[in-house]
């Protein structure tokens, strides 16, 4: 056989530069997937949170829409999601360990998000999740396309950096799971079926129909007029929260709880303010950051605009209910399925952390003051406000 001869039943070999730039476009594609996937899985926050609400009538107590049994395969349907969509993104980046289970897990979470859909039809969802599934299915086509040849798998130990990411990552799949499982107890924690259906001043604000609604409770062993001066002196310029004051300063709000009652913050009027932080908040925000008073019912409801409403109900023998609701309503927009991750991720679990440590702080005071009075007052010390006198929250 001459050398311009060739034979009919060999291959010609690949110049390396193809075999490279093929390899190449592929791990684009698989980054570009990965993407998608990520996109694809946060994007069901909002479909997930408005199809458990619904169902499970959490909002406005009526547990006839939902037995607990439905309340978690919902909950298991929504996890899967979310959670197997980004975790395949994830795996599609290279983190391990999901590196080599990505299409298992990308599966998975197309079936939950199919599940999703066809159970409960949340609103605002059918579009943007077809958007989403085309733009995977296209990827994933031509990813497959040009993934016949592939580089080879590395021999070499993930460095520090790479080890780091995929802890990260991992913290976060954990963190993602834990929002979602546990939203059903936390959105109405300590509420009774009853008390979400009770019709409570603030409710007239709420403008359309309801989208959203989050309560929660505590009983306390003191009457109303005992609880009421706690409630009605909480600011950032009067006694604090209540809550955890360290971490509120760790953020930059100078708060420092109070916990003895002052009468010179026992008076509030709608118009008035409860600021949450101090003027020039970390240096860039030039108004004070704080809810508008709406609604004052002396020794029953405190309601604040963007918060909710604060509402003492009797409780026997002698005792109170505390509630804190939190509602809101409208239509809603395709611009809330881009706003849901935040909710679910940044808002919802560190609003439940502060609030409820807010209630029960607020409990222990009036308890302890009606058993014994309070801590002894602090020293005060000068106000800086303009108005000059004393300021009588702890040096």
Known sequence: M???????????ASHPGDRTRKTEMTRGLQVLLGAAFVLHGLAHALPGMRALDRLA????????????????????????SMVGFVAAGFGAWGVRPLVGHWPRLAAAGALASILLLGLFRPEHALPGIMLSMGAILFLWKRWKASSS????????????????????????LLYLALAIIARPWHMRWGSTDAELALTLPGDELVEGPLRYGIQHAVTIRAPADEVWPWLVQIGQDRAGFYSYDGLERLFGARIHNVEHIVPEWQALSPGDSVFATQPGYLGIVKQRLGWRVARVDPGRAL???????????PAEPGGTRLLVRSRGGGT?????????????????????????????GIRDLAEAHREGGPSPAAPTRPSSSSSGGSDPRPS
């Open 332 to 360: 809603g927009s395709i611009l809330d399925v881009v706003l849901g991750p935040a909710g679910l991720l940044i808002f919802e679990i560190p609003h439940f952390i502060m609030e409820r440590r807010m209630l029960l």
């Open 2 to 12: 001459t050398s311009a001869e060739v034979d009919p039943g060999s291959h010609p």
């Open 149 to 172: 040849v592939a580089a080879a798998p590395s021999t070499h130990r993930p460095g520090a950096g790479r080890r780091l990411i995929s802890v990260v990552a991992v913290l976060f």
């Open 57 to 80: 009538g959490w909002p406005v107590g009526a547990p006839e829409v939902g037995s607990l049994a439905l309340v978690a395969v919902g909950t298991g349907i929504w996890a899967i």
């Open 303 to 313: 309601v604040l605009e963007k918060w909710g409403a604060f509402v003492l109900e």
